[in-house]
């Protein structure tokens, strides 16, 4: 596979991974009582991050908490709130078809 096909590919499978998302808010605290400042409702009765391009590094929650943005990638083997309803947990524990 020459580099441009390759990069090509690479961002197919971004698309593609980022599609899996159902927006639920899960990640971003929305089940513990101070989720982060940036998550919003957006439409449909999903959520949104207002700073999605640049969302990684220390963040705050609505009460003023550090917490700290990392890719989904890092939370999959680990257990956090509201982890078993992530369609990327889901996924790889084998609940879900993707
Ligand atoms: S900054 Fe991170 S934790 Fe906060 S809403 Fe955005 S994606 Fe979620
Ligand atoms: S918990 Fe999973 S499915 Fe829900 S918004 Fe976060 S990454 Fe997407």
């Excluded at 989720?35 to 609505?62: M, N, Q, S, W």
Aim: hydrophobic fraction near 25%; glycine fraction near 8%; charged fraction near 35%.
């Amino acid at each position: 596979m020459d580099e441009h096909r390759y990069i090509e590919y690479q961002n197919r499978k971004k698309i593609e991974y980022e599609k899996l998302c159902k927006r639920c808010g899960v990640c971003c605290g929305l089940r513990d009582r101070a989720p982060c400042e940036h998550l919003v409702i957006a439409a449909g009765g999903t959520y949104r991050c207002d700073i999605y391009e640049e969302r990684f590094g220390i963040r705050k929650t609505v009460s003023g908490k550090e917490i700290k943005c990392v890719p989904i990638r890092s939370m999959l083997y680990k257990t956090w709130l509201g982890c078993s309803e992530c369609a990327y947990t889901r996924s790889m524990n084998g609940y879900e078809k993707v």
